[in-house]
Nanobody, 120 residues
Framework: QVQVVESGGGLVQPRGSLRLSCAVS????????MGWYRQAPGKQRELVAS???????NYADSVSGRFTVSRDNARNTVYLQMNSLKPEDTAVYLC??????????????WGQGTQVTVSS
């Protein structure tokens, strides 16, 4: 079975930085798009950033210019570098990976989530 494991969350001060990691393991043919969602209490789930297998990225307007998503295909890992953090960035961050397990069979796998809290 495919596993998705996140790490790197925690408490950080406003204007600080944090780096999240998400590693995929298991048996599969390939990983297509990867990325990060976030969920805060009372708010809709938001797509924060995504990156294709070719390295093309997309960002939510709220994080553009502050966050950077990247991936290391040799390690099956996606990262989210978060700079200039604001209190409104506080949320549970969820990693996803669009994985091809068999030819013509793709499925989104999700990490369990990691809490990011931005506060003084």
């Amino acid at each position: 079975q495919v596993q998705v494991v996140e790490s790197g969350g925690g408490l950080v001060q406003p204007r600080g930085s944090l780096r999240l990691s998400c590693a995929v393991s298991g048996r599969f043919l390939s990983i297509n798009a990867m990325g990060w969602y976030r969920q805060a209490p009372g708010k809709q789930r938001e797509l924060v950033a995504s990156i294709t297998s070719g390295g093309r990225t997309n960002y939510a307007d709220s994080v553009s210019g502050r966050f950077t998503v990247s991936r290391d295909n040799a390690r099956n890992t996606v990262y989210l570098q978060m700079n200039s953090l604001k209190p409104e960035d506080t949320a549970v961050y969820l990693c996803y990976a669009d994985i091809e397990e068999l030819p013509n069979y793709e499925y989104d796998y999700w990490g369990q989530g990691t809490q990011v809290t931005v506060s003084s």
